[in-house]
């Protein structure tokens, strides 16, 4: 089921109907892309790992779990793929509870393969987006991580605007010792100024 793409990213389909399932994978593996098969959204999400990279077609009506419920359930797993809901049987409310749960788009069989392209590339990019972001935002817990009980709540204080002088009235501490722990923040934060420290600390949820 591998194609001529990148290993580490892939396209994985979860369609019912055999015929149309490969079609989509030589559709995909014809433009470079990795396509996985999954015939149903049990057998998907058996072998689901949080690690998976590139994008998601998701059949909306199939026999047992629905694609909806197979949104749920990936929502519910904090799952980071980008998905493209896809049906014959496309109505409005379908359309916006697949896009409520995180779809980011809906093709309504018969579509062209024109359509199908344009669609997956799009997903793509916005799975390297999502992926870049949600990898610069682990780098950063991993370096908050490392500053001390004292360190950070001087790094948040930071990011307020409050000036050393301030900070060491509020915590009692002289401004040398504020200006000491300010200066190991930046230093693990890897962070060149304040505004920068305050930057990267608004990034975080």
Request: glycine share 6%; proline share 3%.
């Amino acid at each position: 089921m591998q194609g001529k793409g990148n290993p580490d990213v892939c396209i994985f389909v979860v369609e019912d109907d055999p015929v149309m399932s490969l079609l989509y994978r030589e559709l995909l593996e014809s433009i470079g892309v990795t396509a996985r098969l999954f015939g149903s959204g049990e057998e998907f999400l058996a072998a689901f790992s949080p690690a998976w990279r590139g994008g998601m077609l998701l059949d909306l009506r199939m026999p047992g779990m629905s694609g909806i419920e197979v949104l749920r359930q990936l929502r519910a797993r904090d799952c980071h793929l980008p998905v493209i809901v896809v049906s014959s049987f496309g109505d409005v409310r379908s359309t916006v509870q697949a896009l409520k749960l995180g779809a980011m788009d809906f093709l309504e069989k018969p579509f062209s393969n024109s359509e199908l392209v344009e669609a997956v590339q799009t997903m793509l990019a916005q799975g390297r987006q999502d992926h870049a972001a949600q990898t610069a935002l682990q780098e950063i817990r991993e370096c908050m991580a490392t500053l001390s009980a004292r360190e950070r709540e001087i790094a948040e204080l930071i990011a307020r605007g409050l000036t050393s002088r301030e900070i060491a009235a509020l915590l009692a501490i002289s401004s040398r010792t504020v200006d000491v722990h300010r200066a190991h923040v930046l230093d693990k934060l890897k962070c060149s100024s304040s505004v920068e420290l305050a930057t990267l600390l608004a990034r975080i949820p």
